[in-house]
């Protein structure tokens, strides 16, 4: 299994202001991907996080107001851009070894509450 | 839109009953997986079970899948206080590793 943190835990924001989310691996990993969980709800996939080219994003969700970066193997952001109070939701990254028929991890999540 | 859909969406019990947890699904799947949340915090891998398995236990979790139903129980036994929490069914499509989540139950144990 795969230890992930994520940074910050939580936060407050007042809107038309951007954050960025840290998402950190312990091992090299694959895939890495970005999910939104709005208050009370269930889990959406934003983005597949791609290291050394461009997140392939899910429907709905766009780059300008997701940007998503991947370094390396080990390390991905993702900015939640000009704010919103709809954007104050449950920020996870999970991780998984690409490969078919495997477990996907998941950090602690950012809990974001935009004012 | 979500694949997945759960029933019952809340479920309340005394610790020592079992609860089952029911997912139905739309699609062709690699696997089915259950996850646990506890309060909005971070989701804990409790099981998978691949598209040519009926059955799979894990401790006090049984999960079965029926691939022509495209339907998946989750069964947990003699219940603890402690198992309160939202468990997900998530489905890895046949198209690709990305899984789609149910809607969630939100498991009550009482003691």
């Known amino acids: 299994s795969a230890v992930i943190s994520q940074k910050p835990s939580r936060d407050i924001c007042q809107r038309g202001t951007s954050l960025t989310i840290q998402c950190q691996v312990d091992?090299?990993?694959?895939?890495m991907f970005w999910y939104r969980q709005q208050p009370g709800q269930s889990l959406t996939l934003i983005a597949t996080a791609n290291q050394g080219s461009e997140a392939t994003y899910e429907s709905g969700f766009v780059i300008d107001k997701f940007p998503i970066s991947r370094p390396n193997l080990t390390f991905s952001t993702l900015t939640v851009s000009n704010m919103s109070p709809e954007d104050s939701s449950i920020y996870l990254c999970s991780v998984g070894t690409g490969g078919l028929q495997e477990t996907q991890y998941f950090g602690p999540g950012t809990r974001l509450l935009v004012l | 839109s979500q694949q997945g859909e759960e029933d019952p969406q809340a479920l309340s019990i005394q610790e020592g009953e079992n609860a089952t947890m029911n997912c139905s699904y739309k699609t062709s799947i690699n696997n089915l997986q259950w996850y646990r949340q506890n309060s909005g915090r971070g989701l804990v891998h409790l099981i998978l079970i691949r598209s040519n398995e009926r059955e799979k236990h894990s401790g006090r979790l049984r999960v079965t899948l029926d691939t022509s139903k495209k339907s998946s129980s989750l069964l947990i036994t003699a219940s603890r206080a402690a198992d309160t929490a939202s468990y997900f069914c998530a489905t890895e499509e046949t198209s690709g590793s990305r899984l789609t989540f149910g809607e969630g139950t939100q498991l009550t144990v009482n003691p």
């Open positions: 091992s090299q990993v694959t895939m």
